[in-house]
């Protein structure tokens, strides 16, 4: 009777374990969802997974936006690493509001939001000061502008989901992108460089890169030269020459 009374409490711990190794599992993959695209007109919502392990929610997520807080992440649903979900947000707001990702109930905590972001200009809308209380949003004023008609608002990188680094720009739901920044041509002008490149970032989201050797060893160095607008989305940087015999550029997005 001992052995058998044994036999069944090394059961009921085996069991535990795998119950926590799966709330641990369920837990991590919640902190690597991230909101990388929202439409105010349209009210949809991207959600992507920026980890490595495939997850399934255990309970709903709610989204939360100037205190409402009727759409929500089923529970039971399965998010594979890199996928983008698409939901229907009720009721956003189309000029100015806050949307912010829950893992619970708790709207008060800011410990309880995953992911969002803040557009339209006014100050401290629904609950932007508490997501910047923990680093979740620069500020209670920080805010990305509202897109143009037709447009969403995406961040230029997963990274960039915490800052105000977002562009209004065609809609790319269901598979999230970084974005693409194209060199167009790099002219000799005698005692400069002349570059031409394409991006959906303003003017001033832009740096330069440079270094004199493409070899893994040697270091790209920023630099934040003039950048200006030829035609929508459409920009030139003036680069003076150095002595160096070699020069290799590329553009950064911030």
Request: a positive charge; aromatic letters at 10%.
């Given at each position: 009777?001992?052995?058998?009374?044994?036999?069944?409490?090394?059961?009921?711990?085996?069991?535990?374990?795998?119950?926590?190794?799966?709330?641990?599992?369920?837990?991590?993959?919640i902190?690597?969802?991230?909101?990388?695209?929202v439409?105010?007109?349209?009210?949809?919502?991207?959600?992507?997974?920026?980890?490595?392990?495939?997850?399934?929610?255990?309970?709903?997520?709610?989204?939360?936006?100037?205190?409402?807080?009727?759409?929500v992440?089923?529970?039971?649903?399965?998010?594979?690493?890199?996928?983008?979900?698409?939901?229907?947000?009720?009721?956003?707001?189309?000029?100015?509001?806050?949307?912010?990702?829950?893992?619970?109930?708790?709207?008060?905590?800011?410990?309880?939001?995953?992911?969002?972001?803040?557009?339209?200009?006014?100050?401290?809308?629904?609950?932007?000061?508490?997501?910047?209380?923990?680093?979740?949003?620069p500020s209670?004023?920080?805010?990305?502008?509202?897109?143009?008609?037709?447009?969403?608002?995406?961040?230029?990188?997963?990274e960039?989901?915490?800052?105000?680094?977002?562009?209004?720009g065609?809609?790319?739901?269901?598979?999230?992108?970084?974005?693409?920044?194209?060199?167009?041509?790099?002219?000799?002008?005698?005692?400069?460089?002349?570059?031409?490149?394409?991006?959906?970032?303003?003017?001033?989201?832009?740096?330069?890169?440079?270094?004199?050797?493409l070899?893994?060893d040697?270091?790209w160095?920023?630099?934040?030269?003039?950048?200006?607008?030829?035609?929508?989305?459409?920009f030139?940087?003036?680069i003076?020459?150095?002595?160096?015999?070699?020069?290799?550029?590329?553009?950064?997005?911030l």
């Open positions: 009777m001992k052995r058998l009374l044994a036999i069944r409490a090394l059961r009921g711990t085996a069991a535990l374990t795998l119950a926590a190794q799966f709330a641990a599992t369920v837990q991590a993959g902190n690597d969802l991230r909101i990388t695209e439409n105010p007109a349209t009210g949809q919502v991207e959600v992507t997974h920026i980890g490595a392990t495939q997850f399934t929610t255990s309970s709903s997520l709610p989204f939360c936006h100037r205190f409402n807080y009727f759409t992440i089923p529970a039971n649903t399965t998010i594979s690493p890199g996928e983008s979900k698409v939901f229907v947000v009720a009721g956003l707001n189309t000029t100015d509001s806050d949307i912010w990702l829950y893992r619970d109930g708790n709207f008060t905590f800011a410990s309880s939001i995953i992911t969002g972001m803040k557009y339209g200009p006014a100050a401290n809308v629904g609950r932007t000061a508490l997501a910047a209380s923990v680093g979740l949003w209670a004023s920080a805010f990305v502008p509202a897109p143009a008609a037709g447009q969403s608002l995406q961040p230029v990188s997963i960039a989901t915490r800052t105000t680094n977002w562009f209004s065609t809609p790319n739901f269901g598979s999230f992108s970084p974005v693409q920044i194209q060199i167009l041509r790099l002219a000799d002008a005698g005692s400069a460089y002349v570059l031409d490149f394409t991006s959906p970032l303003p003017a001033n989201a832009h740096r330069l890169e440079s270094r004199t050797s070899s893994p040697v270091a160095i920023e630099s934040s030269p003039t950048v200006t607008s030829n035609a929508p989305n459409q030139q940087i003036t003076p020459k150095s002595t160096n015999t070699n020069e290799f550029f590329r553009i950064k997005g």
